[in-house]
């Protein structure tokens, strides 16, 4: 449980900030997308918020 937020309050890099931009566009899944990025569903949520971005709710 501890190795999944090994990154917390870590830097969005701009790899990142393309895949989530990529991955919301596609309709991922916030639960997906935290999967898929090794970040808290709240961080992305946050990013995507101040990025504009639309996250689907489903899980």
């Known amino acids: ?8 309050k870590q830097p969005w890099t701009s790899d990142e900030l393309q895949k989530l931009h990529r991955l919301a566009g596609k309709g991922m899944a916030l639960k997906a997308l935290s999967k898929a990025l090794t970040r808290s569903e709240e961080s992305i949520q946050a990013r995507a918020k101040l990025d504009g971005l639309k996250i689907s709710k489903l899980r």
Not at 1 to 8: A, E, P, S, V
């Open 1 to 8: 449980m501890t190795d999944r937020f090994l990154r917390h």
